[in-house]
T-cell receptor, first 108, second 114 residues
């Protein structure tokens, strides 16, 4: 399974765009990139998934360069309620493997 | 659509006692996961089921942990005997199939071993 590296923590202010980058240098051909969000006292929640280029949904965008060795989760105009831990996962049909995640703190 | 149900929400036991957690996945979801999340860490996979078969249990401490998924639906995770280091949140998740499908997590069971 591809190992992922993310920043431990990030700080932002309400209304700003936040970009969280994940490195996955040994990603395999069949691997997809998936991001989850976790609030305190809750289970993780799926945000977005992609294989290459760009994916956008109502919550976030995911940018994946051609070599797929990294990916960037973009959260537009964050609010206080986006304060959470964000996990980058890389894998194919095997188990979801979580790293330590990035703790995002949004300030007013 | 009903989510993943877990019970109990909280459990406090003494070390060397046994405990069991129950999970009811979303209807129709073939894949079921059990995770252990220690405070301040990411979830760690304990076991993955595909229907009622085990796909991955490489990180399950089999000398004290056991899990089953009868009839490919509900699942139970048991710890016997519990140790202090087992204090954690135990999360159950389910998905339609494999890791490409979105996994839905329950709220978890917070276990405290004293």
């Amino acid at each position: 399974l591809a190992k992922t590296t993310q920043p431990i923590s990030m700080d932002s202010y309400e209304g700003q765009e936040v970009n969280i980058t994940c490195s996955h240098n040994n990603i395999a051909t069949n691997d997809y990139i998936t991001w989850y969000q976790q609030f305190p006292s809750q289970g993780p929640r799926f945000i977005i998934q992609g294989y290459k280029t760009k994916v956008t949904n109502e919550v976030a965008s995911l940018f994946i360069p051609a070599d797929r060795k990294s990916s960037t989760l973009s959260l537009p105009r964050v609010s206080l309620s986006d304060t959470a831990v964000y996990y980058c996962l890389v894998g194919d049909r095997r188990a979801l493997t979580f790293g330590s995640g990035t703790r995002l703190q949004v300030q007013p | 659509e009903a989510g993943v149900a877990q019970s109990p929400r909280y459990k406090i036991i003494e070390k060397r006692q046994s405990v069991a957690f129950w999970c009811n996945p979303i209807s129709g979801h073939a894949t079921l996961y059990w995770y252990q999340q220690i405070l301040g860490q990411g979830p760690k996979l304990l076991i993955q089921f595909q229907n009622n078969g085990v796909v991955d249990d490489s990180q399950l401490p089999k000398d004290r942990f056991s899990a089953e998924r009868l009839k490919g639906v509900d699942s139970t995770l048991k710890i016997q005997p519990a140790k202090l280091e087992d204090s954690a949140v135990y999360l159950c998740a389910s998905s339609l199939e494999g890791t490409r499908a979105e996994a839905f997590f329950g709220q978890g069971t917070r276990l405290t071993v004293v």
